[in-house]
């Protein structure tokens, strides 16, 4: 049973409540004054302390501290008389777990206790609950799919599902959910299969990468408005998620939508394109210098600030005074916060932050990241501690305290591949591990979504009878030599360039300051 450390100078009158409580499971130890309950708080572990905030002798802050001291993890519940500001920003400041103010009622203090000793539990027991209710409605709607607007809305249900259910210690019902998710995907990379080369011949289809910065980003520059771009590269919506409440201290979210990133969804290609405003057909025909192919010397994305000035060129907006800076390291990083006032005059502030794919490429080669990212709950909880203290999340406030309007997004997702699909080609063949571009392949075409005319979806080839083919789901791309060595090392880690859920369905965010 719960015991509970009760300490008010009146505790006598309080003992209908004590034996309502103790009805209700719950055990009491007593005291009358700060002194007394210090020695017993010293000596005994409590699961929570009731504490008064007016008695005579040592005050209820006095007594607040010093518990604080013995056992900072014990919950502690502040009761006072007295709503003054002040105290409640002392209390509140001394990290109590809740406050009620006096007279209390036994039914406050029980449900401050089932919220303190079993809100965990309780949590977990509603969204199990909740998970099994819509599990066949979630069941038959992802057979009913048929647009890329209901794809994304049902993406985002089964994110806040999973989000919940890792609250829950129902490792069962969460096998169940995995599953679900991968028969979805294994749905929407049919969906994909079927309308993806359809979108470049019609209007009828998500924003796609070259689109993002005409139809957010510009109009917002157009408006006047100063604008601090950030694209944090391999951004999933569902790390964007766990983001967010702590965005959410710093700013207002004007708003926050999905777009598609373009095939392959890698940064070479949805990358730039996204800062062109080009597909990467056009990138390296109109700035063949600036395109650059896998097999060449050089970073495949070394002139994007370059291309975002010419794309802002053609959205007329030319005249405006740009900064644009790649960080990819954390020396990088501080050396960017250490000058950014140099940004302050700016119109424009484009920034490339490339932390998240630098950990889902260690993950794969660093065995101790493999452990810290285990799955996919880990990898969000994993990305959320590194922006929560990260020199990114510094940039953003900066960015809010000088009045810039924040446009946050990605180049494209990750999908963690646990299939291998064989395929052979020349030796001029793509590394990719999601994608492949090459003629002459041979390949499980029931596990790629294949496309004979690159030109149509905007891709470049190199000869004529070039193809690209699209990893889907969950599935990886591996050569016959060598096949099982290859496929246990890759089995398991992150990789994008292909087609999933988890790669193409993106988000992008408004941010104001407060």
Same mark, same amino acid.
């Given at each position: 049973?719960?015991?509970?450390?009760?300490?008010?100078?009146?505790?006598?009158?309080?003992?209908?409540?004590?034996?309502?409580?103790?009805? +209700?499971?719950?055990?009491?130890?007593?005291?009358?004054?700060?002194?007394?309950?210090?020695?017993?708080?010293?000596?005994?572990?409590?699961?929570?302390?009731?504490?008064?905030?007016?008695?005579?002798?040592?005050?209820?802050?006095?007594?607040?501290?010093?518990?604080?001291?013995?056992?900072?993890?014990?919950?502690?519940?502040?009761?006072?008389?007295?709503?003054?500001?002040?105290?409640?920003?002392?209390?509140?400041?001394?990290?109590?777990?809740?406050?009620?103010?006096?007279?209390?009622?036994?039914?406050?203090?029980?449900?401050?206790?089932?919220?303190?000793? !079993?809100?965990?539990?309780?949590?977990?027991?509603?969204?199990? @609950?909740?998970? %099994?209710?819509?599990?066949?409605?979630?069941?038959?709607?992802?057979?009913?799919?048929?647009?890329? %607007?209901?794809?994304?809305?049902?993406?985002?249900?089964?994110?806040?599902?999973?989000?919940?259910?890792?609250?829950?210690?129902?490792?069962?019902?969460?096998?169940?959910?995995?599953?679900?998710?991968?028969? #979805?995907?294994?749905?929407?990379?049919?969906?994909? =299969?079927?309308?993806?080369?359809?979108?470049?011949?019609?209007?009828?289809?998500?924003?796609?990468?070259?689109?993002?910065?005409?139809?957010?980003?510009?109009?917002?520059?157009?408006?006047?408005?100063?604008?601090?771009?950030?694209?944090?590269?391999?951004?999933?919506?569902?790390?964007?998620?766990?983001?967010?409440?702590?965005?959410?201290?710093?700013? !207002?979210?004007?708003?926050?939508?999905?777009?598609?990133? *373009?095939?392959?969804?890698?940064?070479?290609?949805? @990358?730039?394109?996204?800062?062109?405003?080009?597909?990467?057909?056009? *990138?390296?025909?109109?700035?063949?210098?600036?395109? $650059?192919?896998?097999?060449?010397?050089? =970073?495949?994305?070394?002139?994007?600030?370059?291309?975002?000035?010419?794309?802002? +060129? @053609?959205?007329?907006?030319?005249?405006?005074?740009?900064?644009?800076? +790649?960080?990819?390291?954390?020396?990088?990083?501080?050396?960017?916060?250490?000058?950014?006032?140099?940004?302050?005059?700016?119109?424009?502030?484009?920034?490339?932050?490339?932390?998240?794919?630098?950990?889902?490429?260690?993950?794969?080669?660093?065995?101790?990241? @493999?452990?810290?990212? =285990?799955?996919?709950?880990?990898?969000?909880?994993?990305?959320?501690?590194?922006?929560?203290?990260?020199?990114?999340?510094? #940039?953003?406030?900066? #960015?809010?305290?000088?009045?810039?309007?924040?446009?946050?997004?990605?180049?494209?997702?990750?999908?963690?591949?646990? !299939?291998? =699909?064989?395929?052979?080609?020349?030796?001029?063949?793509?590394?990719?591990?999601?994608?492949?571009?090459?003629?002459?392949?041979?390949?499980?075409?029931?596990?790629?979504?294949?496309? !004979? $005319?690159?030109?149509?979806?905007?891709?470049?080839?190199?000869?004529?009878?070039?193809?690209? *083919?699209?990893?889907?789901?969950?599935?990886?791309?591996? &050569?016959?030599?060598?096949?099982?060595? &290859?496929?246990?090392?890759?089995?398991?880690?992150? %990789?994008?360039?292909?087609?999933?859920?988890?790669?193409?369905?993106?988000?992008?965010?408004?941010?104001?300051?407060?």
């Amino acid at each position: 049973m719960p015991n509970i450390l009760w300490v008010d100078d009146e505790i006598h009158m309080l003992k209908g409540h004590l034996l309502f409580l103790e009805g +209700k499971g719950y055990t009491f130890q007593t005291c009358n004054n700060g002194s007394d309950a210090i020695e017993l708080f010293d000596n005994t572990a409590f699961d929570a302390v009731f504490l008064d905030e007016n008695m005579p002798g040592l005050s209820g802050l006095d007594v607040l501290e010093e518990m604080k001291t013995i056992r900072p993890e014990t919950p502690i519940v502040m009761i006072t008389k007295s709503e003054e500001e002040q105290i409640m920003e002392m209390a509140i400041g001394s990290k109590i777990a809740d406050y009620l103010i006096k007279p209390v009622n036994p039914n406050q203090v029980l449900l401050c206790l089932k919220k303190l000793l !079993k809100g965990k539990e309780l949590v977990s027991q509603k969204a199990t @609950r909740g998970y %099994q209710q819509v599990f066949g409605k979630l069941t038959m709607e992802m057979q009913q799919l048929e647009t890329w %607007q209901e794809w994304s809305d049902f993406y985002r249900e089964l994110l806040k599902w999973e989000l919940e259910l890792e609250k829950s210690a129902e490792e069962g019902l969460k096998s169940v959910l995995a599953t679900q998710k991968s028969e #979805a995907n294994e749905l929407f990379s049919r969906f994909i =299969s079927n309308h993806y080369e359809r979108w470049f011949e019609s209007n009828e289809r998500p924003m796609l990468s070259h689109e993002v910065v005409g139809k957010i980003v510009g109009p917002k520059i157009r408006a006047g408005e100063k604008v601090f771009f950030v694209m944090v590269d391999n951004l999933r919506l569902d790390q964007w998620m766990v983001m967010k409440p702590m965005i959410a201290e710093d700013f !207002k979210i004007k708003s926050e939508g999905i777009y598609s990133s *373009i095939l392959p969804s890698a940064t070479q290609y949805a @990358r730039n394109a996204l800062f062109a405003g080009m597909l990467p057909l056009e *990138i390296k025909k109109k700035f063949p210098n600036y395109w $650059k192919e896998e097999h060449e010397e050089g =970073s495949l994305n070394e002139f994007e600030g370059e291309l975002f000035e010419e794309q802002l +060129k @053609r959205l007329g907006l030319g005249s405006k005074n740009v900064k644009y800076t +790649k960080v990819t390291n954390i020396r990088w990083a501080n050396k960017f916060i250490a000058n950014i006032h140099q940004n302050k005059e700016a119109d424009v502030v484009a920034l490339v932050y490339n932390f998240v794919d630098a950990l889902s490429h260690a993950r794969t080669d660093v065995e101790v990241i @493999r452990e810290l990212a =285990s799955d996919d709950n880990a990898y969000r909880r994993l990305t959320a501690t590194w922006f929560e203290g990260s020199p990114l999340r510094k #940039a953003l406030k900066w #960015a809010a305290e000088n009045g810039f309007k924040v446009v946050l997004t990605t180049d494209h997702g990750t999908v963690n591949v646990n !299939k291998a =699909s064989k395929v052979v080609g020349t030796r001029d063949l793509t590394t990719n591990l999601r994608f492949k571009n090459g003629n002459g392949m041979s390949y499980q075409g029931k596990h790629s979504f294949v496309v !004979k $005319k690159p030109e149509q979806i905007g891709l470049p080839k190199h000869h004529i009878v070039d193809e690209y *083919i699209f990893a889907l789901s969950d599935y990886f791309y591996a &050569y016959p030599n060598n096949f099982n060595h &290859y496929v246990n090392y890759y089995r398991n880690t992150y %990789q994008h360039g292909g087609v999933s859920l988890e790669e193409l369905i993106i988000p992008y965010v408004v941010l104001e300051g407060k």
